[in-house]
């Protein structure tokens, strides 16, 4: 493989399709180092760390060993993130992992991702976390009772039409959101996390008495209990996916990973314990919902505090994840790899407002159709699958192409490291215990070949396809753009 040439051409000179002698539109570098660290760790802390704590016990079998996995999901999320951050010094260009496929591997690996990113993956996310806002939101409404699935459902809608509204206004009121709820779920950390050491300081420590005591040795439940963790700490790419939006990138990406993955990596060590120290093992084994047992036997009659923090850190997880998952279906749509009209920006708001329509759709689609259960469940094993891909490509780049101008360099250790536990996140489940819709995603994967010889490589337009786009182009008011040509 080699490294595929970029295009060229200089927006500072080019025309639009529109009219002759215009600038094509730009998105703005309006992401800076506080924003960075708002949009990786307000995505990272979701309801993972509110939901995920009894599974990673569970399938360990003590606590000193279910925080020993936290631990070392933190740190293979850091060892990732910068192995990420050197591919975003060498690949100026926002898309994440699929820039990073197209530049090293070539246009058919990269499509079968942006396909299955774009089409499955993201969606399905961006769904599973508004479903779960839902839940807490409309919780109050409805004491001592579950919550009926059409409230539910049409409270997630609403949360993805809000969500599309704000990021489809601005940058920087999406930036701003996300601030606001970061610092939001933050204190709501903060306030366990305190509660935690004034258990243990009043001697709260029974749970740590022969703390490795019963500790799980299977390879498979220890694969589960890694991707109950790692589901806790999924977002901690999404930078890579805005890197045209970033002001410094060659800065600003590795300081705001230095800074952000360490902090959720110690919160979450900290809020384990908090729980633990609270409940035994046992009690925390048994709770649907630990965040929220946690606050009765902790706050009283301020435990829905609680509820509401749980529910403003999945909105503002949500919110990171349709902001960075929308970047895949526009940067895929400018390399011509999806329709045309999703690689266009609005022309005033400089937002990328059909790949953002285009997400909010498939993810309406998949909470009105609510057959997405093991669709979230099999996440891992596919995020897993194309970061391994990426990884790889990183290692190429550093053995192959050493001469390549680069301002950060991670250690080669790490990436190898990741790449060791993405290989193993990936057979694990396979070898130990084979499920059918294992074989479901892999042939969902391979189903873009039917779109990508006629349509990508073949470059088969229909005309009729291109009428669509020029009047769809006209009614949202957008226009091609062109990518950062540092």
Not at 98 to 116: E, V
Not at 434 to 455: A, K, N, R, T
Request: overall charge positive.
């Amino acid at each position: 493989s080699t490294m595929r040439e970029r295009k060229t051409t200089d927006p500072r000179h080019s025309s639009t399709d529109l009219s002759e002698g215009k600038e094509k539109l730009r998105l703005k570098q309006e992401v800076g180092l506080i924003s960075s660290v708002s949009l990786i760790a307000g995505t990272m802390i979701g309801s993972g760390i509110f939901m995920s704590p009894e599974w990673v016990l569970y399938h360990m079998g003590n606590p000193a060993s279910s925080l020993l996995i936290w631990a070392a999901c933190g740190l293979l999320a850091m060892f990732g993130a910068l192995s990420y951050a050197e591919l975003g010094t060498i690949i100026k260009e926002s898309g994440g992992e699929y820039i990073y496929i197209l530049r090293i591997f070539g246009s058919f690996p990269a499509f079968l991702f942006a396909y299955t990113s774009v089409i499955l993956v993201r969606p399905a996310g961006l769904a599973a976390v508004c479903l779960s806002f839902a839940e807490y939101a409309i919780a109050p409404f409805y004491p001592g009772c579950s919550s009926p699935q059409v409230a539910v459902k049409c409270t997630a809608a609403a949360c993805i039409l809000i969500l599309t509204i704000i990021n489809c206004l601005n940058v920087r009121l999406a930036t701003s959101v996300m601030n606001i709820f970061t610092a939001a779920k933050l204190l709501a950390l903060l306030v366990i996390v305190v509660g935690g050491l004034v258990l243990l300081a009043n001697g709260h420590t029974q749970s740590f008495q022969n703390g490795f005591q019963g500790t799980t040795a299977g390879i498979g439940a220890v694969g589960v209990a890694f991707y109950q963790g790692l589901w806790s700490y999924d977002g901690w790419n999404n930078l890579n996916y805005v890197t045209e939006e970033l002001k410094k990138p060659e800065v600003t990406l590795p300081r705001a990973l230095m800074i952000a993955i360490p902090l959720v990596t110690c919160l979450y060590l900290l809020v384990n314990v908090s729980y633990l120290a609270a409940m035994t093992p046992s009690e925390l084994l048994s709770s649907g919902a630990v965040a929220v047992t946690w606050g009765d036997k902790v706050l009283g009659s301020w435990a829905w505090l609680i509820s509401l923090s749980v529910a403003l850190s999945t909105f503002g997880s949500s919110n990171g994840t349709f902001f960075s998952g929308g970047r895949v279906c526009y940067i895929a749509a400018r390399e011509g790899h999806m329709p045309d009209i999703l690689s266009m920006a609005h022309v005033r708001c400089l937002t990328p407002s059909p790949a953002l329509l285009f997400t909010s759709a498939m993810s309406l689609i998949m909470i009105i159709s609510g057959n997405f259960t093991s669709i979230v469940n099999f996440f891992s094993f596919m995020a897993w699958l194309f970061y391994g891909m990426t990884i790889s490509g990183l290692l190429y780049l550093k053995i192959k192409k050493p001469e390549l101008p680069r301002s950060y360099k991670v250690p080669i250790i790490f990436p190898i490291i990741v790449l060791m536990a993405a290989v193993y996140l990936v057979l694990a489940p396979i070898i130990d215990q084979p499920q059918i819709e294992i074989l479901y995603i892999v042939l969902f994967i391979f189903s873009g070949i039917i779109f990508y010889f006629p349509l990508v490589h073949f470059k088969y337009h229909p005309r009729c396809l291109q009428r669509v786009t020029l009047h769809l182009q006209l009614l949202l008011e957008v226009a091609p753009t062109t990518r950062d040509a540092n």
